[in-house]
């Protein structure tokens, strides 16, 4: 049957289960959106192409299918590749399409013209040129293959607008399943004597491709085996926090947990690499043995000692785990216990002072309000460090923020995450910079149909920056103030629920009343600006009422 390319390019999404495509439409890839029209796959329309972007690689996080973003030409990948530069560096599988001008425009610098490959050669797994429409359904099968595939991360396929509206004969590409790398029961085994001789091993767990299964059967024979488990920075939901979680290492983390790291006498990265935000810039856990768990032959992102390398994703190494008996050797349960009391102290909430709403006690009320059935969604900047610090995670998928640390991800990532998952809560925590990066993306939610609750921490400041000028130019802060409209009434302006808290005491009854709108809600939060994070080594729990 004949039909053009573009249409066999979203023939080719389906053949993919692909269940939404994000995108910002553009007059260079009409075809493919005419292709959309009559197809089961969801349109999801954004507002700028950075939004669109972070919503698909929310779609890739939570979902385990690479997320779809489509956009057009120069000044629309322009816009787009702060996504890739995410998934680049958080290996999160994206596909990314792009609308180019017509073949025949190529290089007499025409309108919106720039180099595929030369923008995103050097941050992407691939970048394609579909310049022989035949192969239309074949390219995409391979970029949503290679997205998945080794370690995950992202692709980038142009789409020249004059080669979309040819006719191919064509049939779709077969779906390229992904090989999972099993380890060999001699791995196995090396692993677990490994283990059985150490006295204080701990396992570090993080990046994608975790489930509830995998993440619970491997807390359940580590607290048997006596064996802590951390996670990688913002990975904080690939395991439940139950008795052998000791915490996360990464910006914000304890001073215990990073003291730890260097007390260890084995460590064993399980789905991460040791990289500079794990080990505080190479400084810490260089020296120990290191048995490392990933599908990633390079080892990408992983510093330094490497005595074993286990090819596997996480759930391929938790399903042949070894006995716990024979991975505890003579070792007690003390070292374990240690950390998961230290990780217990430390994520006790405890109240800053200052004026405004005190985020301590605010956080401990999010705690216990929001239902367990979450996802939380960060952008960047120093007021998600309360939610990193004070929310407990339960469940895989029930976290997106971006490890590379880009502004802007939390509101497009919950208007995703609620479409994705549209019986759990997704609860946007950003502060004020970070808030209005990507705020146009509220409208998505509305035009969707998605709830997600924004929780706007306003300070005036950026004040992660601001902190580092108080550190090494006190007295001299410059380039970090900002004016801010009333958030809520904002919000209330799509018809959502907007309230602005300004004292501690009504943060309580003021996200009870946001929980039970069934509207996408904001909380403009208003706070001190003098109050940073709660130091790494404060254990001061909140006083009860």
């Known amino acids: 049957m004949s039909q053009s390319a573009g249409h066999l390019i979203v023939a080719q999404l389906e053949a993919h289960r692909v269940r939404r495509v994000y995108a910002v439409p553009g007059e260079s890839y009409l075809d493919v959106l005419d292709g959309l029209h009559d197809s089961p796959i969801e349109t999801v329309v954004c507002r700028h192409e950075g939004g669109a972007g972070f919503m698909a690689l929310t779609e890739g996080r939570l ?4 997320g ?3 956009v057009t030409r120069g000044p629309g990948a322009a816009n787009a590749m702060i996504a890739v530069h995410t998934a680049w560096q958080d290996a999160t599988a994206l596909v990314l399409f792009v609308g180019l001008i017509p073949v025949a425009d190529r290089e007499r610098d025409s309108f ?33 293959h290679l997205a998945a595939s080794g370690r995950p991360g992202p692709v980038v396929i142009g789409l020249p607008e004059d ?9 779709r590409a077969p779906v390229r399943p992904v090989a999972g790398a099993t380890p060999s029961p001699a791995e196995i085994t090396m692993v677990a004597e490994q283990l059985a001789a150490a006295q204080r091993p701990l396992i570090v767990a993080g990046g994608d491709g975790w489930d509830d299964a995998t993440g619970r059967t491997l807390m359940e024979w580590a607290a048997t085996a006596g064996i802590p488990v951390a996670t990688d920075w913002r990975a904080y939901d690939v395991v439940p926090h139950s008795a052998a979680y000791a915490g996360w290492l990464g910006y914000g983390r304890a001073d215990t947990l990073a003291a730890r790291l260097d007390d260890a006498d084995l460590l064993l990265f399980l789905g991460c690499g040791r990289s500079d935000v794990l080990s505080d810039g190479f400084t810490r856990g260089f020296a120990q043995p290191t048995l490392l768990v990933l599908p990633d032959p ?3 992102m992983h510093a330094g000692r490497i005595d074993q390398h286990v090819l596997s994703t996480p759930g391929a190494f938790v399903a042949v785990l070894p006995t716990p008996e024979s991975a505890r050797g003579a070792r007690t349960v003390d070292w374990m216990t240690e950390l998961n009391t230290d990780q217990q102290r430390f994520a006790t909430p405890h109240p800053d002072g200052g004026t405004g709403v005190d985020l301590g006690v605010a956080f401990e009320v999010l705690e216990r309000l929001l ?5 939380v969604t960060y952008g960047a900047g120093n007021a998600t460090i309360w939610g990193h610090r004070y929310l407990s995670h339960t469940q895989a998928h029930s976290l997106v923020a971006p490890r590379n640390g880009a502004m802007g991800l939390a509101v497009p990532s919950a208007v995703a995450a609620s479409l994705i998952f549209p019986d759990r809560q997704a609860v946007a925590i950003c502060g004020d910079g970070d808030f209005f990066m990507n705020a146009q993306e509220v409208s998505v939610a509305f035009a969707q149909g998605s709830t997600p609750l924004v929780v706007v921490v306003d300070n005036g400041i950026y004040g992660t920056i601001v902190q580092h000028q108080r550190a090494h130019y006190p007295g001299r802060a410059s380039g970090t103030s900002m004016t801010n409209p009333d958030f809520a009434a904002w919000m209330r302006s799509f018809g959502g629920y907007g309230e602005l808290v300004e004292r501690t005491e009504d943060f309580e009854s003021a996200l009870a009343s946001a929980l039970a709108s069934g509207l996408p809600a904001l909380l403009h939060v208003r706070t001190d600006p003098e109050t940073m994070p709660p130091p790494a080594g404060n254990t001061k729990p909140v006083a009860q009422s």
């Open 371 to 375: 239902p367990r059935e979450r996802v």
């Open 63 to 66: 979902t385990g299918t690479p």
């Open 163 to 171: 080669v979309l509206v040819r006719q191919v004969e064509v049939a």
């Open 298 to 300: 390079s080892a990408t």
């Open 68 to 70: 779809v973003v489509m």
């Open 112 to 144: 919106q013209e720039f180099s595929l490959t030369g923008w995103f050669g050097t941050t992407a797994k691939r970048v394609f040129v579909l310049d022989d429409p035949d192969r239309a359904g074949e390219l995409v099968a391979e970029a949503m």
